[in-house]
């Protein structure tokens, strides 16, 4: 699964890879070679913290799903009782 981001984030990626060589290497990089270094971090380390997040995703979820039971339980066999206290009052 290639992951693709949109053009206006593709863009800012590129000027803040451009600023972090500017300011940190000592040589610049151009608008192409900072494209291809997007590029092939998106293809080459992407999926990892792709991976990562759909895991945690998953882990959220499942806690979620569990405690589903807990928010929508409903005792059964209620109306009787119900009916007895009624007649109580």
């Known amino acids: 699964m290639t992951i693709e ?6 863009q800012e990626a590129i000027a803040s890879i451009q600023r972090y060589f500017a300011e940190h290497m000592e040589q610049p990089i151009g608008n ?9 971090l998106l293809e080459e380390i992407g999926p ?3 991976n990562q997040a759909v895991a945690d995703v998953q882990e959220r ?3 979620r799903v569990m405690e589903v039971d807990i928010e929508v339980h409903e005792e059964p066999f209620q109306y ?10």
Do not use: C, H, N, T
């Not at 009916?83 to 109580?88: L, Q, S, T």
């Open 5 to 10: 981001i949109p053009k206006e984030a593709r």
């Open 32 to 40: 192409i070679g900072a494209s291809g270094l997007l590029g092939f």
């Open 48 to 50: 990892v913290i792709y």
């Open 61 to 63: 979820l499942q806690a």
């Open 80 to 89: 009787w009782r119900k009916y007895d206290k009624a007649r109580k009052k």
